[in-house]
């Protein structure tokens, strides 16, 4: 398309703030962040080449190891519950009940909560001297016992509790949409072919749904790479240093320990990360996207 | 293979305070080719739909193949079905669309091969089973729809507006194809359609439904011929039956009076003597033909446009009163607006209908 040249020039102008964000925030302070991994940065930033030196502190580190062990731990659990638990609940609201708008809202609530007041909740509720297990005992189950919390090698799974309570309503909703835009003539037709309910689920109405999983399972990735907050509300990385996460070991190391160079390595490290598991996933999508 | 035939008795559906069947009783043979005709909200799906056990009936009896099917599960009836949508599973191939319901009823598996065998072969599918539904075009889907029907070998087949959602010349070649089929496999079928064409080619006799009532079940040439009351007359015949107002009067021999012209009714049957009282004509526009202007029953009426349509046209014309009809004529036949034209109205083609309850004379 030709264009005369103040119409160009229009254009250029409606796009320039965008254009300006997107080359300072996120080009440049991304550049400058992996600029910095590369230098011996303490508390103020300098431009002391050390070449891979914070790498290889950061991979020495106790503290980094477990939050990457931990971060893969709730990537898995956490997506793989949240989208097992949102499905089935949209499979169970789906099946025409009573008060569905309500139920719905119920189930969509917990998304509509920050992560610190999650966290904040569920610390309480998984608190043993507090929640869940001084309530079993208060009822007379003397031997009940819950303390995930404090015991290192449980912590994460708690967060993972929180997150999937969290995250399992948004899915719920995104998983009906689907379910509600599946033609109703092949569930009559299943039941014309005599299909158990449950095998129509998985052999017909999961494959047909794609596109609402592969859309959850994006939401739900990118809240795990961000995982912080609850991590920070619910147990503070602990006990000990038992429920770390990256995001977290960043901040931590950014503003309280006061070493930028090795921050900046782990923000890298994390970006490259992301960059490893999304680029063949966009290539072929615009593959794909070329072909047809 | 099986053919059932279709009992239905008393049936009645209801939505909540809806009623949308009451008392309807339908006998359908077996081998025999029915058609349920109506406009949509008639009830000629919900009745389909029923006699498929995926609604719930709230009174009545639905028997096929001699048995009591009324609270029967859908897959329990000995029936198939073919969707307007066509319902194929969509992530599956056209194979697997064909095989899955027989291999989760747990047939053998040279059996399930037989059957989807034949079925492709007869559909000409062969080509495409290894294809998913995605990659195949609106007619294909539906004969692989109709295909995964007949791998069922049920007693009767069911199939609910199967065309609606193809283009018109596709429709015509599937129409022709379902009634091959129909002949080769003389399998009962009941067949929803708001297609008056396909109901006329496909069928042995229609049900005309209207309100949930089935106004007329006849054959095809009866329903055309001699519609039972004014509803099927207007709903069934493309272009559409000309109505004229008027009264009877028996003046000797009967004749209906609109407005200064008389049509002489001699050589009408009547199905109840006639007597004194307004009515209304309905003629079809093949019937009615040009003729000199000394033709003693010949009408005068004058052209107000011509509609060509190919192989003929379509005449449209006013009488004195002003009364508009329309007529067919051959293509070639020399009438441009404005022309007065002498016409005759054969009475052995008319269709004489009560003014108060539309009920045919």
Partial sequence: ?292 | MERSNVDITKLQIGFGGLKVLENLDLHVDASEFLVLLGPSGCGKSTLLNAIAGLIEVKGGQIRIGDRDVTWAEPKDRGIAMVFQSYALYPRMSVRKNLSFGLKVARTPQDEIDSRVGEAAKMLRLTELLDRRPSELSGGQRQRVAIGRALVRHAGVYLFDEPLSNLDAQLRAELRVEIKRLHARLGATMIYVTHDQIEALTLADRIAVMQGGVIQQLDTPKKIYREPANRFVASFVGSPAMNFLRGRILRDGAPVFIAGDVRFDLNGYAFRIPPSDAPAILGIRPEHIEIVGSEHPSAVTARVEMVEPMGADALIWCRLADGTAFSFRADADAKAGAGDSLALRFPAEAFSLFDDQSGQRL
């Fill in chain 1, 1 to 292: 398309m030709r264009l005369s040249l103040t119409s160009r020039l229009s254009v250029l102008s409606a796009l320039l703030p965008a254009l300006m964000v997107m080359l300072v925030v996120y080009i440049g302070a991304t550049s400058w962040t992996a600029w910095m991994s590369l230098t011996n940065s303490r508390m103020l930033p300098n431009n002391n080449f050390v070449g891979f030196r914070q790498y290889q502190l950061l991979f020495s580190n106790d503290r980094w190891l477990t939050s990457v062990h931990n971060i893969v731990v709730y990537g898995v659990l956490f997506v793989s519950l949240a989208l097992l638990i949102g499905f089935l609940l949209a499979v169970a609201i789906d099946q025409r009940v009573r008060a569905e708008d309500t139920i719905r809202s119920i189930y969509l609530y917990p998304y509509s909560m920050s992560f610190v007041v999650t966290g904040l909740v569920w610390q309480w509720l998984l608190n043993p001297t507090l929640g869940v297990q001084y309530v079993l005992r208060s009822w007379g189950f003397a031997g009940a016992s819950f303390d995930w919390i404090v015991r290192p090698e449980t912590a994460i799974y708690c967060l993972v509790i929180a997150g999937v309570w969290q995250a399992s309503g948004l899915v719920m909703a995104i998983m009906l949409a689907g379910l509600r835009g599946i033609d109703d003539e092949i569930w009559k037709a299943a039941r014309v072919d005599g299909l158990p309910k449950w095998r129509v689920y998985i052999s017909i109405i999961i494959p047909m749904m794609g596109a609402s999983f592969a859309t959850a399972a994006v939401l739900l990735s990118t809240a795990v790479v961000r995982l912080y907050d609850l991590s920070v509300s619910m147990t503070n990385g602990g006990p000990g240093i038992a429920s770390e996460v990256p995001a977290k070991f960043v901040m931590d190391h950014l503003f309280e320990r006061a070493n930028i160079g090795l921050a900046t390595a782990a923000a890298t490290t994390m970006l490259v990360t992301v960059i490893a598991v999304v680029a063949p996933y966009l290539y072929w999508r615009a593959r794909k996207g070329e072909v047809r």
